[in-house]
């Protein structure tokens, strides 16, 4: 997908994290998508690894100092939305911060002034063109039957959510839950840059007590590798016809 890669791993970059999760290779790479300079991360970081959450998101800001403009960004989550179906990705369109309500948000602390301001906005954290853009490259490429726009749940993990959480977060407005992605678009809003998100719907959170379903990190595993060409196909479409970015932040 990228081309002329070079290629870092993450345990050879000073103060870098590093990957612990199954299925994440833990490397940077750089190169050229559809022509456009980009970075990769293979693997990122999440709270129940046990990083601070300001750890979490240093990628950000990183590369935000590089001049990175724009940040896509994939995840896999559990549908709650009872459309939804295993394979479906969805454009993530708001979030819920959940470990925020609790304290947990990556700009706590002393505010990095050359960054952002203070108190970010975060009505309009993920980008409208760039969903427009999304829904409209999805229907000519055919993927017009699994594409979905939604809401996505942050929590911590590691624990898989129970039924009794799931129906919650159903009833607040959440489409799909999953553990990563909200702490990096904070810190990327923050910094100004321009924000993308697509959950893979990787199972079906279980919602109902007399389902023998159970959320497990192999069906999570399974469904990216089945949809990896056609968000491999998304994502570098998409790439090609983002246009530089000038930085402005309500
Ligand atoms: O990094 P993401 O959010 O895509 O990974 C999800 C959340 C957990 O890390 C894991 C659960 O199977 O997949």
Known sequence: MIKDPEIFRYVDIPNFPKSTVRGHAGRLVFGTLKGKPCVCMQGRFHLYEGYAIQK??????VFKLMGVQTMIMT????GLNQDFKVGDVMIIKDHINMPGFAGANPLCGPNEDRFGVRFPC????YDRELRRQALAVGAELGFSDFLKEGVYCVLGGPSFETI?????????????????????VIV????GMRCFALSLISNKAVMDYESAERANHEEVLETGRQRAVQLEKLVSTLVGRVEQYNNHCC
């Open 56 to 61: 979490i998101t240093l990628p950000m800001r």
């Open 75 to 78: 995840n896999a989550a559990g």
């Open 122 to 125: 975060m009505s309009d954290a």
């Open 164 to 184: 009794a959480e799931c129906r919650m977060l159903h009833l607040l407005g959440a489409d799909a839950v999953g553990m990563s992605t909200v702490h990096e």
């Open 188 to 191: 990327a809003r923050h910094a």
